[in-house]
């Protein structure tokens, strides 16, 4: 939904729009609510969190309802939503990589949840800013007929567009914090048990042995030996200045 001093605005704005174009924008809009459906459909065999199937099943039915809405609009502005615009064509190609993408072979049950709610994430951010258009258009419009046609629907669905977008995206965000943290714990603990692994049995029982007084002593030496070598070398490098 538009912020207040952006529809204040909008009412102090004239736009002209060609039915033709308007046609071809509607057909794109109507074509990325096809593909919600569709994605919708995917994500549910996908998602097992409970509230978010819930979610979900709630967002597909009303993303039906949002076709039958566009498809009344366009017949009742002279229309035909049978035909396809080239940006609809678009729109239906972006949907299909999008269901291409999921699920993903080799993920787990919790990825392949999080990749269909991030897939469902990108489509709703596009069907919600299709429809905070329809909005601005509803109210800058000087045409009446294309106003009454469009305001009546724009304000029953943006509302259930800003929930689309809103609800999951923050969702997403709760279950990927959860999944880091997890994901990092056993990252943890695998790395502990691997270097312990890697190592050769010498070296295991090396690591596990106190030093004796000969070993210590001769590593002391090394060290001091070292040490001395590089202030011989800073001194030499100074005095090349
Ligand atoms: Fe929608
Ligand atoms: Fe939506």
């Known amino acids: 939904m538009a912020e207040f001093t952006e529809i204040v605005k909008d009412y102090f704005t004239n736009v002209e729009v060609s039915n033709s174009v308007l046609m071809d924008l509607l057909s794109e809009f109507l074509e990325v609510e096809k593909g919600g459906e569709q994605l919708y459909e995917k994500a549910l065999e996908l998602v097992f969190d409970s509230e978010v199937k819930t ?14 809405v566009l498809t009344e609009i366009i017949v009742k502005l002279g229309g035909n939503p049978r035909s396809q615009s080239p940006t609809a064509k678009v729109a239906s190609k972006k949907a299909e990589a999008l269901l291409r993408s999921m699920p993903v072979p080799g993920f787990s049950r919790e990825q392949n949840q999080l990749n269909a709610m991030e897939n469902i994430v990108l489509a709703e951010t596009k069907d919600h800013a299709d429809w905070e258009l329809l909005g601005k258009l509803a109210r800058q419009t000087t045409d009446n007929q294309l106003r ?26 709760e279950l990927q914090i959860e999944a880091l943290g997890k994901a990092s714990k056993s990252a943890n603990s695998s790395n502990g048990r691997s270097t312990e692994a890697h ?32 202030t011989r070398n800073g001194q030499g490098h100074r005095s090349s200045h």
């Open 199 to 230: 190592r050769t049995p010498a070296a295991q029982s090396k690591a596990s042995k106190p030093l004796s007084a000969s070993s210590a002593k001769r590593r002391t030496k090394r060290k001091s030996a070292n040490a001395n070598q590089k």
């Open 55 to 68: 979610k979900f099943r709630e967002f597909h039915k009303q993303t039906m309802t949002h076709q039958k």
């Open 148 to 173: 009454e046609v469009l305001a009546p629907a724009a304000k029953m669905v943006e509302q259930e567009e800003d929930e689309h977008l809103n609800w999951t995206r923050k969702k997403l965000g």
